[in-house]
């Protein structure tokens, strides 16, 4: 239950940056141990157990975050409460940007499609998260489309040396987390400020080495080329593993929204075709369903709850949809590299991690890959952060830490053989 609170009358410093209290550096009870820290050591906010009493998430010090995350990255479901005040008002506001970007970029029926808005928008780096390598690798060169497919690989920070140092193996090799970027399979790629923040954070929070793919976009190339493409930047990843200081036997996959899409048909592509062996699959609201084609053909609650919900409507990820997979039956409507939640086979591929949020149109796709791959003896972890909307990992904003968090602690456990 909610632990009393240590008197703050003799508490002259923070206990972990020991930093005098004064007027300016004030004290801060945690809301978990109860004791008193500075500001910047008590500033995360997080959802803790119901038996804690609290109705909203509150601030807690640094050490208590991560025990709470660590302990519901472990946990086989979690839900985190809802708020009663429902989305934040930060959120509300990053929504519709993102809808008004959405539409200036031709994302509707009958316009014209220009990515270059998003390009823009996406293209400060302001901030960089610190790294001690970053290499621009190509894997393929297509000659058909004279274009390259190209990673993107981050090493962590010398400053997480101790981190780093437990998780290497033989020869210093060092694990790794293949990603595929969000996007909705038409935007973004490894250069955008939101891409490569994001890999540069799981790079040093793990740490691994971080292989971020730069597969090639719809509308100009239709399914299968981006699911292509990650898989054979997977198994180069794989094939020069030695190359790039990184142990073969311990490469995992991950992606947000659709590159969960592409991350799960992946996994498939590699179980069906003998390889490369993944030790993990991390899933972030994936959308796992493109063959979802008008009101009157959907299927999954929460796409109908939030039809014109927050970050995107069903007139937006319909667009995307349509500019990535052509419909049946120039692309079958079971077919599983495209619908992995309708793939008639589950077993066979790695543990999984898949976070979903409560606030978003794929909230029903996600829960049900869960269902289905437990059913066929798949081991999942699954929380779903019930106060966040799509696009929320990496935002910076709600849920965002703790789903970073949980994220890089179920990883380096997977990493080191103790999940």
């Known amino acids: 239950g909610r632990p009393e609170w240590e008197l703050d009358s003799s508490v002259k410093f923070c206990p972990l940056c020991t930093i005098h209290f004064n007027i300016i550096n004030r004290k801060h009870h945690c809301r978990k141990c109860g004791k008193v820290f500075c500001g910047e050591c008590c500033s995360l906010r ?27 990255s472990r946990q086989d479901t979690v839900i985190t409460p809802a708020s009663k005040h429902g989305v934040s008002a930060e959120t509300r506001l990053v929504s519709a940007a993102h809808k008004a970007m959405l539409w200036k970029m031709g994302v509707h029926e009958g316009s014209v499609f220009d990515r270059s808005l998003s390009d823009i928008m996406d293209s400060s780096n302001k901030g960089v998260i610190p790294i001690e390598q970053v290499q621009d690798l190509v894997v393929a060169h297509h000659e058909h489309d004279n274009e390259n497919l190209r990673v993107r690989v981050y090493t962590p920070s010398i400053s997480v040396s101790s981190s780093r140092n437990a998780l290497r193996g033989a020869e210093g090799a060092l694990p790794a987390l293949v990603w595929c970027h969000t996007g909705g399979f038409a935007t973004k790629t490894v250069e955008s400020a939101s891409v490569d923040g994001l890999c540069r954070l799981l790079s040093n929070q793990v740490p691994c080495v971080v292989v971020a793919v730069d597969y090639r976009l719809a509308p100009e190339h239709k399914f299968p080329v981006a699911v292509n493409d990650c898989y054979q930047a997977t198994k180069w990843t794989f094939e020069n593993a030695r190359n790039i200081q ?27 075709k003998g390889g490369p062996a993944l030790v993990k699959q991390v899933l972030i609201y994936p959308w796992l369903d493109l063959h979802v084609y008008g009101p009157d053909a959907e299927p999954y609650m929460s796409r109908s709850e939030f039809a014109d919900g927050y970050m995107l409507s069903r007139g937006h990820y319909a667009w995307f949809m349509h500019a990535y997979v052509p419909p049946p039956p120039l692309v079958p409507a079971e077919e599983p590299y495209a619908c992995p939640v309708k793939a008639a086979r589950l077993d066979g591929l790695p543990p999984a991690h898949i976070i979903t949020a409560g606030l978003d149109p794929f909230r029903d796709e996600g829960e049900l890959y869960v269902k289905r791959l437990r059913e066929q003896g798949v081991r999942v972890k699954h929380t779903r952060y019930s106060n966040s909307t799509h696009g929320f990992f990496g935002s910076g904003i709600d849920e965002n830490n703790e789903a970073i968090m949980e994220v890089a602690l179920s990883l380096s456990a997977e990493f080191r053989g103790t999940y």
């Open 46 to 72: 997080c959802s803790l157990p119901s038996s804690y009493g609290y109705e909203e998430r509150e601030r807690v010090c640094s050490p208590c975050f991560i025990e709470i995350v660590g302990d519901r």
């Open 246 to 272: 990184i142990d073969p036997s311990r490469i995992a996959i991950g992606g947000d929204g659709a590159g969960g899409n592409l991350a799960a048909a992946t996994c498939l592509m590699a179980r069906d």
